[in-house]
Structures are given as C-alpha cells and as structure tokens.
C-alpha cells in the first residue's frame, strides 16, 4: 500500500515562497514520475508540473521560472519549491506518483 504525505502548506504575502515537501510509503516502481496538481475553489484540478526518476522536469506555463520542482530517490520525496508567488496560485496542492497514487492535499493561501 502507497501512502503519500504532504507538507508545506499555509498562509503567505504576495511575492513569498513556500516549499512544498510530499513523501512517498510503501512499494513505489523504481521507474516513476512524481508531480503535482491544484485545484482552486470552483475550478478544476490542473497540472502543476512533474519530475522522471531521471531528474527530467517540466512546468506549466502559469508556475515556470517561478516554482522548482525536485526530488530525492533516496528518500521516495518529490519538493515543490515556490517563489513569487501569486494570488491566483491560491489553491489546494496534491502531489501524485504516476497518476496512480495521490496526496490527501495541502493548503496554499497567497493573501496580504
């Protein structure tokens, strides 16, 4: 059984940086890629970005040269780092491994 775990949610200004953190229990193919979505209120969850097991990234268009997506093989952990942040990167963060399993969600609030 997989169980992903996320952390570095909260309350942050405009122009503020959190760092999300999602680590990942139990059986996890060695060939994977982890990643992470949002979901604002009344709108659909959208992709964020993702990460290979090779350290291959990519990004959405909203969040590129402002988030950094890593990870630690090591440690089954994938770190979404966030910076500039905005008003309308407001939302819930989920973190995935393959689109298979998911993350219970992390609250990220940007509000002065």
């Known amino acids: 059984q997989v169980q992903l775990v996320e952390s570095g949610g909260g309350l942050v200004q405009p122009g503020g940086s959190l760092r999300l953190s999602c680590a990942a229990s139990g059986s996890i193919f060695s060939r994977n890629v982890m990643g992470w979505y949002r979901q604002a209120p009344g709108k659909q969850r959208e992709w964020v970005a993702h990460i290979t097991n090779g350290g291959g990234t990519n990004y959405a268009d909203s969040v590129k040269g402002r988030f950094t997506i890593s990870r630690d093989n090591a440690k089954n952990t994938v770190y979404l780092q966030m910076n500039s942040l905005k008003p309308e990167d407001t939302a819930v963060y989920y973190c995935?491994?393959?689109?298979?399993?998911w993350g219970q969600g992390t609250q990220v609030t940007v509000s002065s």
């Open positions: 995935h491994v393959n689109h298979v399993y």
